[in-house]
T-cell receptor
Framework: GAVVSQHPSRVICKSGTSVKIECRSL??????MFWYRQFPKKSLMLMAT?????????EQGVEKDKFLINHASLTLSTLTVTSAHPEDSSFYIC??????????????FGPGTRLTVL | GESVGLHLPTLSVQEGDNSIINCAYS??????FIWYKQESGKGPQFIID?????DKRQGQRVTVLLNKTVKHLSLQIAATQPGDSAVYFC????????????FGKGTMLLVSP
């Protein structure tokens, strides 16, 4: 089956630093990747939609200068949390949509990255 | 039984029982729905999906029911096993073919041996 990986799985950083999270589709090409954040015991909230070779589309209330998204290839998208603060601590999850697919079940989720900002 | 915690409703069942997890979706224009299972510290895992032209769809040990009149979705798990313990989310999509999903609040399923 289609596998999506994220790196790192956990990261702890100091307030004010930047953190980059990678999302890779390992055995398929993904024209679209999605970034979500999830607080404890809460649901997934879509942050942005990332299309290969173009600018990401951010959801309302998500600061694009704070959460930089790059989707340089069909298998890699990165999310950079700039000048991180404790309130950015969360579980960040990416998903990847199979290139050429039209159905929803071709969207595959990564294992998530736990970010803790001290 | 079912209890509603501060943030996440919890359904506790015994192994072998049938479980029913409910979800009220928000948008009457949504035409595609998915149930996901999320284990602690992991990403969501696809379970089953249904389009709005159906009211029932069955998979292996799971059945999804859709009631568009009251905007209600349910997931039935037959012969629940301890490995089914997880948080279950429903997700809706407004237009078939477009990937943006809106997730529901989630229900934690706890299965006792």
């Amino acid at each position: 089956g289609a596998v999506v990986s994220q790196h790192p799985s956990r990261v702890i950083c100091k307030s004010g630093t930047s953190v980059k999270i990678e999302c890779r589709s390992l055995d398929f090409q993904a024209t679209t990747m999605f970034w979500y954040r999830q607080f404890p015991k809460k649901s997934l909230m879509l942050m942005a939609t990332s299309n290969e070779g173009s600018k990401a589309t951010y959801e309302q209330g998500v600061e694009k200068d704070k959460f930089l998204i790059n989707h340089a290839s069909l298998t890699l998208s990165t999310l950079t949390v700039t000048s991180a603060h404790p309130e950015d601590s969360s579980f960040y999850i990416c998903s990847a949509r199979l290139a050429g697919s039209r159905g929803m079940n071709e969207q595959f989720f990564g294992p998530g990255t736990r970010l803790t900002v001290l | 039984g079912e209890s509603v915690g501060l943030h996440l409703p919890t359904l506790s069942v015994q192994e072998g029982d049938n479980s029913i997890i409910n979800c009220a979706y928000s948008n009457s224009a949504s035409d595609y729905f998915i149930w996901y299972k999320q284990e602690s510290g992991k990403g969501p895992q696809f379970i089953i999906d249904i389009r709005s032209n159906l009211d029932k769809r069955q998979g292996q040990r799971v059945t999804v029911l859709l009631n568009k009149t009251v905007k209600h979705l349910s997931l039935q798990i037959a012969a629940t096993q301890p490995g089914d313990s997880a948080v279950y989310f429903c997700a809706e999509n407004m237009r078939w073919g477009y990937s943006t999903l809106t997730f529901g609040k989630g229900t934690m399923l706890l299965v006792s041996p």
